[in-house]
């Protein structure tokens, strides 16, 4: 038996573990997060688990901190262990990973995979070892797939160092996942038990020692499980005997394994040396001849039994690893420099072009001018390939082996400028310190101005961004960079609210005429935004561009404008192109949640929560805070409508936080649109007008956001005064509003309700009733606003059952409840049926009202199978497995007392009509 077959204890955290399993065999997917600190037994407990799950496949990746870097490679290793029949039709898994891969796309082909792996009754084991160790973009691919975990038999394990490299230092998507979900069981692994301890001795062979001795074992490890295996192992039972323990026991666990490997024949030594270096599963004879190993299966036994090493017999190649990154750093640790290098060499030839450059690093001496004029020439061949990141590394390589400070400054910084150009944001934030103390240039200026944007710090991102304009015209260096920093202004203008001057910036930025096409895009698209918050949105389309990479901002601006169908087919275009990956992630998810607001007015609100959750989804998983707030405000906006008052609220209270992260004026208005919706929903007027203050102005000029967004707010804000008796001022604001709208808007039956409201209150009951019929007898256009039309019709049947006219009162009514019903919009439906019942006429229970007993998540399944949509499709649209879709389907088909698709497609539709 290996040391590592050895597993004792712990049997509180498996049976949590299993019955974690058993629930997620069933369909109710579970996360595990263990926690613990290095050695303690987290790799061990996780490998038990999974050796004793029948019916599960199991797939498995540790992360690295050599590794961090590395795109994709945490969901690389999980894809090794999947035979190439399950990646058919997955084209990112399917091959090679992408460095520049968007990671919401490989975590939508994770979902599906994942769903592929269900079939024929199995289940899915999804373990991933040292978590805080992940790449980021496997963090956030993983973060994507979890959260479209709704009803597969799927059990995800996560182990996480405790301390200060444990949960804080993950990647926020993961951290806010761990931290959140409702369905995530923690697990706190601390040391073994003293009894623990002596079943473990017994099991290694240690059979004779006393109370005392184990009592001291354990006291001086602290029951770490690594530290406890590796002496156990290494001593005789004669040596650990009281008070000798101390001495004989090394004075830390990285000496402890140093002393085993030096215990083990040259050979095998020579082996683990080599796989130090690698630091990743390779073929044994790869490594053995890396090591200069003549008889590798004799030297893989000795490291074997020391429980050293992995190796699986089964795959034809012989992949062999180091079994613990303590281990790992052990042996790395213990070699000479002289050995390191001699290897990092040799092993630079036997990966490929990109990875071994590391090598080539890690080979040189502390400097190497060759080596690194080598890596800025890579440098600026990774750059023009695209790939920024890649060349910010290979920058910041070449900056640590140059002699001279004015190069290795130089490298530095422009290796953090490439890092800012993708995007990087945490990487270019750690560089801050180095920067500070290079010198003054427009160059440090720059990626100072960088960091702090990053940090969320607007105006010391202002400032620095401006110095190192000054610094380009003073100097007359570095003017390739003028465009870059121009650019950067404009969007930190934008994010303060200042049109004008993000105005000039954008203009500067173009003018150079040195930005890359797709940041030209980005600049034009800019552009179009700072001039709409200045002279409104209708005016800016006029002469809005209509190529193919302007359709997010010609969308957008047209949904400022009122004009729904227009922005409906110009962002559902640009969200097309997500799911084909010809966008951005930036351009994909503000394409979503603008075209869930479009969906949102238009009334079909199934496919507008659909689009939400896919924006929050991506959002997520790219790390975008600065899209956070208007992806939740979207939420509060349709959940509020539904009346489902604690979601609603949940996402006012994310919108506000993220506001409160970012200091962004598009944010803090975003999240007094959601908390206004919430209390509007309420029927909390005073609370309207306390959430929406901020944007009217009061004496001072209202924010550029707010006026750009004034459509989203300024209805609610009237109608709230209308309530609370201040009829002046809603009177003012309304007509303000309305002539300033652009023509035809879809907010023209709100007009003439809000009309009829205010003379209503006024006691003009014929205006009153003149406006309502003037608003009904408008036909609907092709930007018409059903909720908009149902409460005008409310407001119009109340007025008249209260005059007398209860038959055409009722009529107007059912005609509300129809659409209302149609919608989902519960709050407004109630009062709508309570007018009903007070008219004399019976609630109506009937088709929509079933559909109102869906959750949010049925609905939008519903009704993309009203659309024709097969399972696949949906699946496809919503980012789901066919699994979950399946699910939702049966808990539906028994809502609904429907037996077939064409069933749930025809009462679907009826409730449209």
């Avoid at 939508?108 to 805080?132: F, I, K, M, N």
């Avoid at 190192?468 to 303060?496: F, H, K, M, N, P």
């Avoid at 169908?565 to 966008?583: F, H, I, N, P, W």
Wanted: proline fraction near 4%; include cysteine.
């Amino acid at each position: 038996m290996r040391n590592a077959d050895v597993f004792v204890g712990r049997a509180d955290e498996l049976h949590m573990l299993r019955t974690a399993a058993e629930k997620a065999a069933q369909g109710d997917p579970w996360l595990v997060e263990v926690r613990g600190e290095a050695g303690v037994g987290k790799t061990a407990l996780l490998r038990h688990l999974a050796e004793g799950l029948p019916g599960f496949t199991a797939l498995w990746a540790t992360g690295d901190p050599a590794e961090t870097d590395y795109a994709f490679g945490l969901v690389g290793q999980l894809v090794s262990r999947v035979g190439p029949e399950h990646l058919t039709g997955l084209p990112l898994l399917g091959g090679p990973l992408a460095p520049g891969a968007a990671p919401f796309a490989v975590g939508a082909e994770l979902v599906r995979l994942v769903g592929e792996l269900q079939g024929g009754g199995q289940s899915v084991l999804l373990v991933v070892d040292d978590l805080q160790w992940a790449d980021t973009e496997s963090a956030r691919a993983l973060s994507f797939l979890l959260r479209r975990l709704w009803a597969d038999s799927v059990l995800t394990v996560l182990s996480v160092r405790g301390g200060r490299n444990g949960l804080h230092a993950l990647d926020p998507s993961l951290a806010r996942l761990l931290l959140r979900s409702s369905q995530v069981l923690r697990i706190e692994l601390g040391g073994m038990t003293p009894h623990d301890v002596r079943l473990l001795a017994r099991a290694l062979g240690q059979k004779d020692l006393d109370g005392a001795t184990i009592s001291e074992l354990h006291g001086r490890t602290g029951g770490n499980a690594l530290y406890l295996r590796t002496i156990l192992s290494e001593c005789p039972a004669r040596v650990l005997t009281g008070d000798l323990v101390g001495r004989a026991a090394p004075s830390s666990i990285a000496l402890s394994i140093g002393a085993q490997v030096r215990a083990l024949p040259g050979p095998s030594q020579a082996l683990l040396e080599a796989l130090a270096v690698v630091d990743a599963p390779r073929p044994l004879a790869q490594v053995a001849r890396l090591a200069g190993v003549e008889e590798p299966a004799t030297a893989l036994e000795h490291a074997l039994r020391a429980g050293l090493m992995d190796w699986d017999p089964m795959d034809p190649t012989s992949p062999v690893a180091l079994r613990h990154r303590l281990q790992r750093d052990a042996v790395y640790a213990m070699m000479s420099p002289a050995r390191r290098r001699e290897l990092h060499a040799a092993a630079a030839g036997l990966v490929d072009a990109d990875a071994a450059w590391a090598h080539r690093v890690a080979a040189a001496d502390s400097t190497d001018p060759v080596l690194a004029e080598e890596l800025e020439r890579a440098a600026r061949a990774a750059t023009a390939a695209g790939h920024s990141s890649r060349a910010g590394s290979y920058l910041l390589w070449a900056s640590r082996l140059s002699t001279d400070r004015a190069d290795r400054e130089t490298r530095l910084l422009s290796g953090a400028v490439e890092l800012a150009m993708s995007e990087s944001c945490s990487r270019v934030r750690k560089l801050r310190d180095e920067a500070v103390v290079c010198s003054e240039s427009p160059l440090r200026s720059f990626v100072l101005g960088a960091a702090a944007f990053y940090g969320l710090d607007s105006l010391e991102a202002e400032r620095w961004f401006t110095a190192a304009l000054d610094e380009i015209e003073r100097t007359g260096r570095y003017t390739g960079l003028t465009a870059s920093v121009a650019l950067s202004l404009q969007v930190t203008y934008l994010w303060q609210g200042r049109a004008e001057a993000a105005e000039a910036a954008g203009r500067r930025a173009l003018d150079e005429g040195t930005l890359d096409p797709r940041r030209e895009s980005f600049a034009r698209g800019l552009l179009l935004q700072a001039r709409a918050m200045l002279t409104g949105p209708a005016a800016v389309l006029r002469d809005a561009p209509a190529g193919p990479d302007d359709l997010l901002w010609r969308g957008l601006l047209r949904l400022d404008a009122g004009r729904l169908a227009a922005a409906g087919g110009d962002l559902s275009a640009v969200v097309q192109r997500l799911k084909e990956a010809t966008v951005t992630p930036f351009a994909g998810t503000r394409a979503l949640h603008g075209l869930a607001l479009v969906r949102y007015f238009q009334g079909s609100w199934d496919e507008a929560a659909a689009l939400v959750d896919q924006s929050l989804s991506v959002t997520r998983a790219e790390g975008r805070l600065w899209d956070l707030a208007p992806a939740h405000m979207a939420a509060a906006l349709l959940t509020a409508g539904r009346g489902e008052g604690d979601r609603a609220a949940g996402h006012a209270r994310r919108a506000h936080e993220a506001a409160q992260r970012s200091g962004a004026q598009q944010d803090v208005v975003a999240a007094a649109v959601a908390e206004a919706a919430v209390a509007h929903a309420r029927g909390d007027h005073a609370g309207v007008l306390q959430a929406l203050e901020p944007l009217a102005g009061g004496t001072g000029e209202p924010p550029a956001y707010a006026r750009l967004w004034k459509l989203l707010w300024r209805p609610q804000r009237v109608e709230a005064l209308i309530h609370t008796g201040e009829y002046g001022a809603a009177d003012e604001e309304l007509r303000e509003l309305r002539d300033t709208a652009p023509e035809p808007c879809f907010l023209t039956p709100t007009w003439h309700r809000l009309d009829g409201m205010l003379a209503e209150r006024r006691g003009e009951t014929g205006t009153a009733l003149a406006h309502y019929r003037a608003g009904l007898a408008e036909r609907p256009t092709a930007d018409d606003f059903p909720l908009g039309r149902a409460e005008l019709a409310l407001a119009c049947g109340r007025l008249l059952r209260r005059t007398g006219r209860r038959k055409d009162a009722v009529k107007l009514l059912h005609e509300s409840r129809a659409l209302l019903a149609a919608l989902g919009a519960k709050p407004v439906l109630d009062r709508c049926e309570e007018e009903l019942i007070v008219s004399g006429a019976h609630r109506n229970r009937g088709g929509g009202r079933g559909l109102l007993e869906l959750t949010a998540r049925e609905r939008e399944v519903a009704h993309l199978v009203a659309r024709g949509l097969t399972n696949k499709e949906i699946a496809a649209e919503l980012f789901l497995s066919e699994k979950t879709i399946e699910f939702h389907l049966r808990s539906i088909f028994t809502k609904l007392a429907v037996t077939s698709r064409r069933q749930l497609r025809d009462q679907v539709l009826r409730t449209r009509r």
